[in-house]
């Protein structure tokens, strides 16, 4: 089973970032594109070990699959910096930096937008992430899990 994982607000919490700068310096209108911006972001809860634990399941790969801010070149380098920080060299060979989702081949998308890079057209299922149907990580890993037993049904 293929799986794609979004970066902002579904990896990384990039909202509480945004908030954060927007309260320290509400004159610049686009955090995201100070250096180090998407670097800095911190996990989402949860996140990191349901991404470890899913890399050692041999039925599943697990791609990150994020939309760069075209605009701000930056974030392709920050965004392949943050996955080496979190996970490790090995897991930046499955990193797609892309701004069609719904190109990708696969499963599952986990996302925290529904529409407008592509997830509309995603051939696979769409775990809409933070609605109450997967609020948090540890949904996710059960919905995952009925998935996984499901298909090998
Ligand atoms: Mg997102």
Redesign the pocket.
């Known amino acids: 089973m293929k799986i794609y994982i979004?970066?902002?607000?579904?990896l990384c919490d990039?909202s509480s970032k945004i908030k954060e700068h927007k309260q320290k310096n509400p004159d610049n209108p686009f955090p995201q594109s100070l250096p180090g911006f998407f670097r800095s972001l911190a996990p989402m809860d949860g996140a990191l070990a349901a991404v470890e634990q899913l890399r050692k399941n041999t039925n599943v790969e697990v791609y990150i699959l994020t939309a760069p801010s075209t605009k701000n070149p930056l974030s392709y380098s920050e965004k392949r910096l943050w996955v080496e920080d979190k996970f490790g060299y090995e897991m930046t060979h499955n990193l797609i930096i892309c701004s069609h989702k719904g190109l990708l081949k696969g499963d599952i998308l986990i996302?925290?937008?529904a529409s407008g890079r592509g997830q509309e057209i995603f051939e696979g299922k769409l775990f809409h992430f933070g609605t109450i149907e997967c609020p948090d990580w540890e949904t996710v890993l059960g919905k995952l899990s009925s998935e996984l037993s499901s298909n090998s049904n």
């Open positions: 979004d970066m902002d607000d579904v990039y996302d925290d937008h």
